[in-house]
Structures are given as C-alpha cells and as structure tokens.
C-alpha cells in the first residue's frame, strides 16, 4: 500500500505537463512541480486558491471546470491565460478538464492538465524571423560578391582622381564619393556575416572585457548628448565560451542603439547578472543550467508594438542613415550562441534589451 502510494507521489511530481486538483468549490487542493514551475510560486502558496485568481477573466473556463465535475464530462485542447503573480505576468496555456474519479464514482473533484504553451508561441514567432533570413541569404550570396567587385573599381578610381584635383569643391565631391562607396562597402560586410554560417570559434571569454570596449567607443557620442553610461556588474559571472570579435558586434549594436534613443541628458544603463532561470533552459532546451543576462537599459524614444514586431527583421529601420541589419545580425550571432535575446519596450518611455547566454560549465 505505501509503495503504491509512493508510486502516485512520484508519476504526480515526474509529469511533464502541470496538474492542479481542484475542489468541487473550485479551488486548489493538489499541485504537482510542473505546477509550480508554470505559474512559478510555491506549493503552500496555491493551497485553496481560487481557480479564478489562476485563470482570471475567463469565465468560459471556470464553467468548463464546473462542468467536468458535475457531469462527469471532459474537455481537452482549452486555450486559456494563466496568470503569473509573481511578476504579475499572463501566459498562453493548453488545459484539459477531467473529473476526479474517487473510490466511491462520486465526483466530487476535478483534474485540470496545464501545458504551457508560450514556448511554442515564441518558436512560430522565431521561425517567421528565420524565414526571413533564408530568403535574404538567397539574394545575397548571389549580390554581394557582384556588387563589391565594381565598387572597388569605383573607389580606387575616385582615388586615382583626387590626387589630381586642385579645385577644393572639386575635391569634397570626389571624398563624398569615397565616403558613400565605403559606405555601401560597409553595408555588404553585414549582409556577408548575416547570411554566412558563422564558425564556431569559442574560447573563453571575459563577458566584462567586451562590454568595457564597446563603452569606450560609445562614451564620446554619449557624452555629446550630456548622457552617462551606468555599469551595474555581477563579479561572479566566469568567463563564458564564445566568440569574441562576434560577441562585440553583438553589444556595439545594441549600445548603439541604445545611445542613438537616447534623448539629451539620458542614461544608458549596463547591467550583468547570474542568472538560473529555468524558464530560459526549457525553451532553449539545451542542458546548461546556468545563463548569464546582459540588460541595456535606455530612457529614450523606446518603440510601439508595429516597431516591436519588425525590429529582428534585416533592413528595416526608422532611422533616416540606419542599414536595419544591427537587430537582426545581432540574434543570428547570439542564437549561434545558444542564446536568446528578449526585448521589452515603451514608446517615449525607452526599452530593455536583455541578452541571455548559456555557461557551460
Ligand atoms: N534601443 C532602442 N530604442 C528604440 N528603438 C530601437 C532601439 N533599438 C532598435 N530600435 C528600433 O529598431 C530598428 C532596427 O534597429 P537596427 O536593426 O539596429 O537597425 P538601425 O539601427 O540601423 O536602424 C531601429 O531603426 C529602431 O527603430
Ligand atoms: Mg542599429
């Protein structure tokens, strides 16, 4: 009897997907870790509470939970929001409603199955951004090398003529046709490092050191806005495996943006952190335990949600000399990281870009 008790105790907390037993009043009387792990608050914390205050506002559901225990009826694939108090966060959810067969087939009780389902969310969203990458790759593999070969006889030729050129207007018009074709030079390295597969050249990688670099060559534009870079560091973070010069393009990027948001007077914040956040290693699905997360904080213009969704696509950009490739270079190379970048932001409020890598140890 009590191995078979332990039997139920450990299929209970093995399952995968969560399971709440519910009272015939509605509330909380069993949770399994899965549970836990979903709506991420303690066991103790869900004794009694109401299925409404897990679910809010889905008066649908909480029928389908009366139903199943007073009819006996089932209900399966029930889309529904879970709400997460502790961040005060919601999240999509797959429910099934079963009732509790007891001993006695008098169902005074009822099993509700919860699949979280924001990481199938998030990889359709990721899949439409990769789409967009394999279709660009196509175009450019085939452009690139066609367009930089003409341009460097371009520019060797406005060269060639500016040495000769007396006149100074004269001469400013050649330089602007040395800047621009550089210029276009530029743009065609990103669209080549986008859309090559990038080698895996990891060594370890003091995550600090990088950050500090790209500081330094940020700090003058900031400072010409009267703004301040804040470094806020978790000296515990080791070195992580990585590709460097990569790594750098990464946060030359994103501070750059951050900077360019930025209004007059505006802080840049940089911070790092350790971070063991297991929602990040499920929908990774790789087996590090352990992240590290880069946040850059900005107080600027910040972006509303049109802006949000086309933010990872390459080319776009709302800035009049913007190429619109800095976002999306920047998640090839930290996907190709095992990482995963999450963006939040307010129109006139600024934005958080946190940047998440693994640590393998
Ligand atoms: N920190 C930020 N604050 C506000 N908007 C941002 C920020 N970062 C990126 N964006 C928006 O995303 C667009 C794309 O960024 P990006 O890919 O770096 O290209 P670019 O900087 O060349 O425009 C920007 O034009 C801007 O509209
Ligand atoms: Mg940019």
Redesign the pocket.
Known sequence: MAEAENFYQNFFASLVDGVLVISADLRVTKVNQAAEEIFQRSRSSFEGESLSKLFPDQPNLIDKARQSITTGASYHHVEGIGYNKSTNGRFPVNLTFSPFMKGDHKNTAGIILIQDTSLLKELQENSQQTENLSTLSILTTGMAHEIRNPLSGIRGSAQLLLKELKNNDHRKYMEIVIEEVDRINRLIKKMINLTHPILNDFKPTNIHEVLEEIITLEKETLKKKEGTFVQIYDPSIPTIKANKDELKQVFL??V???V??SSKGGRVQISTQYNNNYTFREKQNTLSQHNIVIK?T?Y????DNS?MK???T?F????K??????????LKIIENHNGTIK?T?EKNI??V?QVFLPIHK
């Open positions: 990027n994103l750059k943006n951050a360019e948001a850059i900005d600027g213009l910040g972006m802006t086309k933010l990872f390459p776009f950009s709302t800035k000399r913007g190429t619109g490739l800095g976002m999306a270079v920047s963006v932001s600024g934005t870009i």
